[in-house]
C-alpha cells in the first residue's frame, strides 16, 4: 500500500514546543504524493510562541500541504458526508485533544474533523504529546487505545527523570503508522523505550 493520493487531514494542536518539529514530517509525507488537508486547532491558529512565529508556520504548513488551512468548524464540517478523508492524523495531539476526543467533545474545526473522521469509519491517528500521559491523561490514552479506529503513533516518556509523566510520539513513525491504520492495525511496539 501506498500514501500517495490518499487523502489526509493533517492536525496540528498547541503542543507549542512540538509544533516546529512536526514540519519535516509534514514534507516527508507531501513527498509521497498524498493529498494533505492540513487542519489546526484555535490556539495555533490564532498565537505566536517563544517556540515559533504565527504567520511564518501558519504560511510555511500551507506551502508544504498546497492548500489553505481549515481553522474553523465550519471549514472541516465538509470533510464529513460531503469530502471524507482516508484517514486523519493528529500531532502533535495534546492532553487537552485526547481528552476532548475521549469524552465526545467536538467544539472546534479539529476536533470537527476528528469527528468526521470517526463518523465515516476511517481511522483516526494521534501523535501524542503531554506532560500529563501517565498521571490525569493515562484513563483518556488508554479508552482511546482501546477505541475503534484509533490508532496511536508510537509513544514513550520523553523524560523520564525530569518529567515522569511526560510521553511523546516519534515522529519518525508518522509514515509507518499511516499505513498499517489504513490496513486496519495498530503499528507494533505501540509503547517504545525513552531516547538515550
Known sequence: MSLSGKKIAFGITASFCTVQDILEPLRLLAATGADIYPVVSPDVFANSSRFHN???????????????????????????????????????????TIAKIAAGIWDNGLLTAAKAALRNGRPLVLAIFTNDALSQNGVNIMRLYNTKNIYFVPFGQDDPAAKPTSMAADLSQIQPTLLAALSGKQIQPAIIAPPH
Open 54 to 96: 504565527r504567520d511564518e508556520f501558519l504560511a510555511e504548513i500551507s506551502k508544504i500541504c498546497g492548500r489553505d488551512i481549515i481553522s474553523t468548524t465550519k471549514a472541516a464540517e465538509p470533510m464529513g458526508p460531503k469530502n471524507p478523508m482516508d484517514i486523519m492524523i493528529i500531532a502533535p495531539a495534546t492532553g487537552n
